[in-house]
């Protein structure tokens, strides 16, 4: 694809393209529940914020002229593995126009990304990337990584189950049964400290990321329960039911969402039982640059900041 220029923007410089990004975005939908319903998603009026509350953000740009032809997020920040903290970098909203799909421009994207790890002083000490890739109609975007391409760098380290439950089924849950918290070393990918979390540990997006359901036309009045296993004292079980009983009747349509790995079969199985079963899915795809020997026993990366 000839022509094509890069930019990078940070949020104070991201203005003048807030208009086209969204209405990029506005073109890639998600299903839910099998295809029964789908939503886009939408980043907001000034479009950085949901990133830049996870940390330093950095928008990569592909243009045509004046036409933005795609985009990739980058956003610097610090995970944890157990006991340890490492320099990562979040890699996100990875997106085409339809009419630049194909070309290799993704690829091309993510190589002038890669680049700008050395060029960029605050990146070089990066030693892990990772990104979470939302399943589409047909795939995650792993589909369009032919032939050499940078995705295929990163190995998928994890598969998220998602669930959108109305806060009145998690009050009802009986935990009897719930699993106990995980144990083994985990790789916590959330929440930033710019999350901040209410009452048992439940958070909210609106504003700054809303997914708007083609169902109803109006964005989804999400409420996210983004607590990692650490806050989970009394297990996930209790967690859920303790955020579905502050929320219900709050709002008669909010959902509740939530992420869990499903390498964590017996939480996974124990809610299926309780009648709630996952509504999408999504996989995080990883390169560890200090190369660990073991994988970690689970993933925490809450729906909020996917």
């Given at each position: ?126 030693r ?27 190995r ?23 699993p ?9 990918l ?17 504003g ?77 795809y ?21």
């Amino acid at each position: 694809m000839k022509d094509v220029r890069f930019v990078v923007a940070r949020p104070d410089t991201l203005g003048p393209y807030v208009e086209r990004l969204r209405l990029l975005e506005q073109g890639i939908h998600y299903p839910l529940a099998d295809g029964a319903d789908h939503f886009f998603i939408d980043h907001g009026p000034t479009y950085h914020p949901f990133f830049s509350s996870m940390g330093e953000a950095y928008f990569l740009l592909a243009l045509r002229g004046d036409t933005l032809l795609g985009s990739v997020t980058g956003v610097a920040r610090t995970v944890a593995r157990g006991a340890r903290r490492a320099d990562a970098l979040y890699i996100c909203d990875l997106k085409l126009a339809k009419e630049a799909r194909g070309a290799g421009l993704s690829t091309r994207l993510l190589l002038e990304g890669l680049k700008h790890l050395f060029l960029l002083p605050p990146l070089r000490r990066t030693r892990f990337l990772y990104g979470a890739a939302m399943r589409g109609a047909r795939g995650d975007v792993m589909r369009a990584a032919r032939g050499w391409n940078p995705l295929r760098m990163g190995r998928p380290a994890s598969r998220l189950a998602l669930y959108f439950v109305p806060p009145a089924r998690l009050a009802a849950l009986d935990t009897r049964a719930a699993p106990p918290p995980p144990t083994g070393e985990g790789l916590c990918l959330g929440p930033s400290p710019g999350r901040h979390m209410e009452g048992a540990g439940w958070c909210s997006t609106a504003g700054s990321k809303d997914l708007q359901r083609h169902s109803t036309g109006r964005p989804w009045p999400l409420i996210h329960l983004p607590a990692p296993p650490e806050h989970w004292t009394q297990g996930w079980g209790e967690y859920l039911r303790n955020c579905g009983a502050e929320l219900a009747g709050w709002n008669d349509e909010a959902l509740a969402c939530v992420s869990i790995d499903e390498k964590l079969e017996d939480h996974v199985t124990w809610l299926r039982g309780e009648g709630i079963s996952p509504d999408s899915v999504c996989t995080v795809y990883s390169l560890d640059l200090s190369f660990p020997v073991l994988a970690p026993a689970w993933i925490h990366l809450p729906s909020s900041e996917i």
